[in-house]
């Protein structure tokens, strides 16, 4: 009797076996909306190429919506075209253009409220508001995507991936040109942004507010309006990163702005206005970091504390650091500077003086932007070597005590 229980339990209880529901002109269904309506948890809908004009596509089970060979959503550039709500849910493989328009309401291509374990892989966004939107998502993936946007001014363009009150988020190997910011967090923790590219967006190429525990490594943030912001956020990590071409009157490679605890190593900063601009930073550690070209390699302003850089690499900037203020409270230690002058008697490929590296010219530059008009002139030289020899405006406490001699990598 027992036996013919459980054995009832389990037929009764077991889950019907998914399938495969197919739309297109030539299927059963041939609207995507209807067979999504006649979809199941644990479905697939199949959708096949060509164009489909449906206005908003909401997703309520737990499916799988792939598209065959890059079905095209248009949202007239009036609506929404996908909308998830419900956990689990898959979207791989569609072109989604044209997506309304609001100052009032976030309108996306593809847009997840409230959700968990979502995945968004393969599909190609083009002239959309927000490219892809999560709102209070949960663990997760947006992978393989490309998004592009062509609007002129901010308020006709939103943020290519925009994550908001999130946990656990996967950002992997996305494409994203053209939108106000390339990818953006606000309130997300524990989530990891690998191997993007974000290029040509009109602000940043990546923006943090109030988020920690974030980790992104190896993505690429070239010719953005101003590269990376990292602000009011804790315990981040940085990796492997290409910060390049970010030029501008107020444009850097990475802005830094209140923030504890962060940690970066092995990034490069090339050709950019200011490399890193870092305001009320605290306990930062860098190391391993290139800085190549630039015009700034480091602003570093005076209410940054226990900021340490060891052993980077600093070549063919114009202003090795740049600072506003006389108290220093910060370690510079076996860094690489090129324009290093001393020497190295008992040959353990460390100087034997100290480097300074910020110069009188740089402190009257912050100060007075308009005495770069004096740049390599006669003038600005005399008083960088008259300040090496008798230090005066220069903060005191701020130099390498034991800079190396060549590269450190």
């Known amino acids: 009797m027992k036996l013919y229980l459980l054995i009832l339990f389990v037929v009764v209880c077991a889950p019907a076996s998914s399938k495969t529901i197919k739309a297109g002109a030539n299927e059963k269904y041939t609207t995507i909306a209807s067979a999504i309506n006649a979809a199941v948890t644990g479905d697939t809908v199949l959708v096949a190429a060509g164009n489909y004009k449906e206005h908003n596509l909401v997703i309520r089970t737990t499916i799988v919506l792939k598209g065959i060979n890059y079905p095209v959503l248009n949202g007239e550039k009036k609506y929404e075209l996908i909308s998830i709500k419900a956990d689990g849910v898959v979207v791989d493989g569609f072109k989604i253009i044209h997506s309304g328009v609001s100052s009032l309401e976030d309108i996306s291509g593809i847009k997840v409220y409230d959700s968990r374990n979502v995945a968004i892989r393969n599909n190609i966004l083009e002239d959309t508001f927000f490219g892809i939107y999560i709102q209070n998502g949960f663990n997760c993936t947006i992978e393989n995507n490309q998004l592009t946007a062509n609007n002129k001014e901010e308020q006709q363009s939103a943020n290519g991936i925009h994550c908001w009150k999130c946990d656990s988020m996967r950002i992997i190997n996305n494409k994203v040109t053209g939108h106000r910011d390339g990818i953006y967090f606000e309130f997300v923790k524990n989530s990891i942004i690998w191997r993007n590219v974000s290029t040509n967006n009109m602000r940043y190429g990546l923006h943090f507010m109030f988020s920690n525990d974030d980790t992104y490594v190896s993505n690429v943030f070239t010719n953005n309006g101003s590269g990376v912001s990292v602000m009011f956020s804790n315990r981040i990590k940085m990796f492997s990163n290409y910060f390049e071409e970010n030029w501008g009157d ?10 504890s605890d962060g940690y970066m190593q092995g990034n490069h900063f090339n050709r950019n206005t200011s490399a890193i601009f870092m305001e009320g930073a605290n306990r930062i550690y860098m190391s391993y970091n290139s800085f190549e070209n630039n015009g700034w390699a480091l602003k570093i302003q005076a209410s940054c504390v226990d900021v340490v850089l060891e052993k980077n690499n600093f070549t063919g900037n114009t202003f090795d650091v740049g600072t506003n203020g006389s108290l220093v409270l910060n370690k510079f230690n076996n860094n690489y500077w090129d ?13 034997d003086v100290p480097y300074r ?8 530059v912050e100060k007075y932007p308009s005495a770069m008009i004096l740049f390599r002139s006669f003038i600005t030289t005399l008083l960088d070597k008259t300040e090496k020899i008798l230090p005066s405006l220069t ?10 001699m060549k590269k450190a990598f």
Do not use: F
């Open 357 to 364: 590296p910020v110069s009188m010219y740089s402190m009257i």
């Open 395 to 404: 903060p005191e406490n701020l130099k390498d005590n034991a800079p190396l």
């Open 250 to 259: 107020a444009s850097h490679g990475i802005l830094l702005k209140e923030i």
């Open 339 to 351: 324009k290093y002058e001393g020497y190295d008697l008992n040959k353990d490929k460390i100087g």
